[in-house]
Every structure is written in C-alpha cells, then in structure tokens.
C-alpha cells in the first residue's frame, strides 16, 4: 500500500482547527490540485470562492447551521457550479447555447466536475497534514449565500470545504461493507444479501455510537438513514437551482 492510498483510507473529518491559517502558498496548491481533477470534455464548469473575510466567515456559519469550525478554521473554500464562463464566451461569439447551458446534462457536469475538484484538494490538503469537513450545510440558506458571495446568474454554490490545522484527531468511521457498494456486471437485489451485510454493519456502528458516547447513543446506520429521509429536506433548492440557470430542461 502506497503513502496516496495511506492518506484516502485514513480520511475522517476534522471540525476543530487551530488559529494557524493557510497560507498564500499552501492555498494556491490546493487550487492547483483541484484543477489537476478530471473534468468532463474540458469543461471545467466550476469556481471555487476563498472566503478569508472575518465577517463572511461568521455569516456563513450562521447559515450552516451555527457551526463553529465554518468560522474558525485556516481556510473556507466554496465549490460552485459554474456555467456563467461558457455563456459569456457564447454571447460574445454571438451564439445563443442558453438552452444547452440550461440543461440537466449541463448541470449535471458542472456539479461533477465541482466534486471531483473538491475531492482532489481533500486527499492534497490530508497528504498536506491538514484537515478537512464538507460543509453541505450551505444549502440551509442558499439564497443568502449567493448574495453574500455574489455569486451571478450560472454561478451556483454547491458546498463548502473547510481545511486547516486539527486542534485533535477525530475518530474514523467504519463505511458500508464493499459487499453492499461493489457490484459486478447487474446490480445486486438478493435480500438476503443485502440484510446480512447490514444487519452486521448496523450492529458495528451501534457499538461505535455507544462507546463514544459511554452509553448515551446507540442508534445504527439504518435508523439514521430512515430518520434523515423520514422528509424531503431543503425542498426550495429545485426552484432556486432554476432561478440561477441551471437544471431548466
């Protein structure tokens, strides 16, 4: 097992940083690294936002979901889908492609390649010694931060990525067995499969839970997932996703 493998199975998230802040260099690597990501036919259809404003920084913790490490961390990176590059180039060649950028394939790329990037600088910043969260918790209030962001029309925040100095180690989470996740050739529906594998796995994570709480949690991954799903959540992003420009046809 090489060092690059090493870093990828040894992720988990980090929500405690210390005051040091990235620097200029350390920054610029990571963008660099996310660029190095595949994108599809070259699109390149994203942007990343580095949010260093103080001010900012407290907002968007605020529209997370009050959570403090979006404030307080050595850098806050915000992945966006990006079409507004590709319009403006059409519109300049006077080309109308509105209709092709406003399609679910458009959107679909621009959000793909938004991810592949954001992955690309989570394993570089780990590899760095660094820690990171995904912060989905943007799309509460996203609205609020496209205005706060000025993020224009074809610009669209997808997630925050927070990156920086872990004041402690957090613990690992176990993932679904490959069992559940690898399929070779059909998909695989056998139940008596899929419940033994996450019968094993829902009892693993309990037994997580409840050592790490000393007793107080002891729910499984199953009884997450119904509850998580119990509802649709943010169900306003459809609409707004639209007002931006994306996902219309």
């Not at 966006?80 to 679909?108: S, V």
């Not at 829902?202 to 037994?207: G, Q, V």
């Amino acid at each position: 097992m090489n060092k690059t493998i090493e870093t990828i199975l040894n992720h988990r998230s980090i929500r405690s940083f210390t005051d040091e802040r990235l620097t200029k260099e350390e920054v610029r690597t990571l963008v660099k690294s996310a660029q190095a990501a595949s994108t599809s036919s070259y699109v390149q259809a994203y942007s990343i936002i580095g949010v260093t404003d103080q001010k900012k920084k407290s907002k968007l913790a605020e529209l997370a979901g009050h959570q403090p490490y979006v404030e307080n961390n050595g850098h806050l990176f915000v992945f966006c889908a990006d079409l507004k590059r590709h319009d403006d180039m059409a519109k300049k060649a006077g080309k109308d492609h509105q209709q092709a950028l406003e399609n679910t394939e458009a959107f679909l790329i621009s959000v793909i390649d938004a991810s592949l990037a954001a992955q690309n600088v989570s394993i570089a910043a780990e590899s760095m010694g660094l820690g990171i969260c995904y912060i989905g918790g943007l799309r509460n209030h996203l609205a609020e931060v496209s205005d706060l962001l000025e993020t224009p029309h074809f610009v669209l925040p997808l997630f925050g990525l927070v990156v920086g100095h872990p004041a402690n180690e957090s613990s690992k989470k176990e993932r679904l067995p490959m069992e559940l996740i690898y399929h070779e050739n059909t998909y695989q529906q056998d139940e008596t499969h899929v419940d033994r594998y996450l019968k094993e796995y829902d009892e693993r994570i309990s037994a997580y839970y409840e050592e790490r709480t000393n007793g107080e949690r002891k729910d499984t991954w199953s009884e997450q997932m119904i509850r998580g799903f119990s509802q649709p959540k943010r169900a306003y992003l459809s609409e707004f996703v639209k007002e931006k420009g994306f996902n219309r046809t």
